[in-house]
């Protein structure tokens, strides 16, 4: 008994414990950790899984902001490349036009000026006929008029207009 005396008074000295206090304090410990565990580690764990998630969640919304970003991107410089294919070519179909204009209009000028110059010989041509014949009827009434001054008698008429005839005839040769 003196080892368990001895025994006891080594555990009086370390501070007096025995076995029934610490049953119970296992036990009180076992308590509390299952009562952390329900009520505390296991809420405490959801929330750090709720905001693990979120994080996920947050991560996965930005990446795919990212892409759509990047897809809206390329989309707008596709865009803005086809709307400057269209500008230049727009650009090239109005230079093609106006050539095209530009010849018309020309090509009406030309015709206009044809046309007036034409027009001019063909009155030219007109007035030049009236001035002969303005001319020949002159000359004859002069050739008739000298004529008969000079045979100082009366020429029937018949004669007279043979006489014009032969005389405009020699005139139109002689041009």
Known sequence: MQLLEGGLIIQASIGGLNGGDMAFAIFS?????????????????????????????????????RADAEKASREANEQLKATRQEAQQIIEDAKKAGQ????????????????????AEEDIA?????????????VATLSVQIATKVIEKEISVEDQEQLISEYIKEVGEEQ
């Open 29 to 65: 410990f076992a308590v509390l950790l299952w009562l952390l565990r329900k009520f505390a580690w296991g809420p405490l764990m959801n929330k750090m899984e709720e905001r693990e998630n979120h994080i996920a969640n947050e991560i996965d919304t930005a990446e795919k902001n």
């Open 126 to 138: 007109r007035e030049k006929e009236k001035a002969v014949e303005a001319l020949q009827a002159q």
């Open 100 to 119: 095209q204009q530009e010849k018309a209009i020309i090509e009406a000028a030309n015709e206009a000026s044809a046309r007036i110059k034409k027009s």
